[in-house]
């Protein structure tokens, strides 16, 4: 397959006119980012932000005229903006409520009962190795089960699955996830090589986020595990806001410092009327992989008392174990590479607690969230 340049997706650009304008995109300089990798291509438009929904029809025109390239399989157009200065608070605008033309759409994923978060406060904490093996210990358990890595400045599913080719679109508009294991999965670290540095602002975020949860044929899953950034930034914000999520697990380490960190992300998404679905202890205590013996190196219990303290379930303590984190840096997370050992066992005792709970109301994911600023 011939190599498509950027030159070439310049010249179809040239092609798309703003009507208000009588304009071209390039012309206009709005367009601020290319980036093409083995058929993929993604363009980033720098917009007005007042024209922001006024311009949706010109992002999808940008869109057309790119996927219309020999050889492209997939074609993005994200929308940004500077955000102008912040206005005194007796000028502002009255918040949005969740209703009318100035709230964010719902992002529906059909064929999909569940959507889960795996979140924390902090980065460092094994949330991503413990997402992914939460996955697979659902699949272990017989359940249907997608995995999205939604961090995109730090996606780790490509090592961590050892994916190392792209997904296909069979119709130019939607990918096929790629299979690992029994499980869905899908990452922009699968489009973008692995040294590429994310540097994208929030709204471009959000966009990417959107497309790998609208654009993606998810089929039909009992559930799909969100691999969330850590802390509560844009990435958080955009899935509790517009995505039904049926719940989040918080993923912390025994020792104070983390624990404050793991209770800024549950109050997040109390705030968000997303349910806490209950906090994993990662690193609970260190097993000598040669003389077994047991050392609480970052202490242990800290996330069992925190989840008393604030009336959400403990899902279970994860050792910090060599072949935890071999199996994981290996692409063969320990529930495929050891399914017989007990570290494999207390991934799918989490995993069961987690469907336990999905399961214990049978009406279905929550609608929306209603964000609503005081």
């Known amino acids: 397959m011939a190599e498509i340049t950027e030159s070439a997706v310049r010249g179809v ?31 980033t438009l720098e917009v ?16 057309q005229a790119v996927r219309a390239l020999p050889g492209v399989l997939s074609a993005s157009a994200v929308m940004t903006a500077e955000r102008p200065a912040q206005r005194p608070a007796a000028a502002a605008p009255p918040p949005r409520t969740g209703h009318g033309p100035a709230a964010a759409a719902r992002i529906d994923v059909p064929g999909v009962k569940h959507i889960i978060a795996v979140a924390s406060g902090k980065g460092g904490v094994g949330k991503s190795t413990t997402a992914v093996n939460l996955a697979l210990g659902l699949a272990a358990n017989g359940v249907a089960t997608g995995l999205l890595d939604a961090d995109i400045y730090g ?21 096929k996830p790629i299979e690992r294991y029994g499980i869905r999965t899908m990452s922009i670290g699968y489009i973008v090589a692995e040294d590429t540095p994310m540097i994208w602002r929030g709204p471009m975020v959000s966009s990417a986020l959107e497309q790998m949860l609208r654009d993606v044929q998810w089929g039909e899953l009992d559930v799909m595990v969100v691999d969330m950034p850590p802390g509560t930034g844009d990435a958080q914000l955009t899935l509790a806001q517009r ?22 992300g549950l109050s997040m ?47 279970g303590e994860v050792p910090l174990h060599l072949d935890i984190r071999m199996s994981s840096d290996s692409g063969h997370p ?38 609503v600023m005081r």
């Open 48 to 63: 007005d932000p007042a024209r922001g929904a006024a311009l949706e029809p010109l992002r999808q025109a940008c869109e």
């Open 155 to 175: 996606p780790s599913m490509p090592r961590m699955l050892a994916v190392k080719e792209k997904p296909e679109s069979l119709d130019g508009k939607m990918l």
């Open 269 to 315: 998404f109390r705030k968000v009327a997303v349910p806490v679905l209950g906090i994993v202890e990662n690193m609970s205590y260190f097993l000598c992989p040669k003389c077994g013996e047991r050392s609480e190196i970052f202490g242990h219990g800290g996330a069992r008392e925190e989840a008393e303290k604030l009336g959400v379930p403990f899902l």
């Open 334 to 371: 320990i529930v495929i590479a050891q399914p017989d050992s007990p570290h494999a066992q207390v991934y799918r005792n989490i995993a069961g607690r987690v469907w336990k709970q999905l399961t214990a109301n049978q009406r279905g994911p929550r609608p929306a969230p209603r964000i």
């Open 243 to 264: 995505v039904a999520l049926s719940g989040a697990v918080i993923v912390s380490t025994p020792q104070d410092i983390a624990l404050i960190d793991a209770r800024k």
């Open 13 to 43: 650009l040239q092609t798309v006119i703003d009507p208000a304008s009588g304009k071209d995109v390039l012309a206009l300089g709005m367009v601020s980012g290319i980036a093409t990798r083995g058929g993929h291509v993604a363009v």
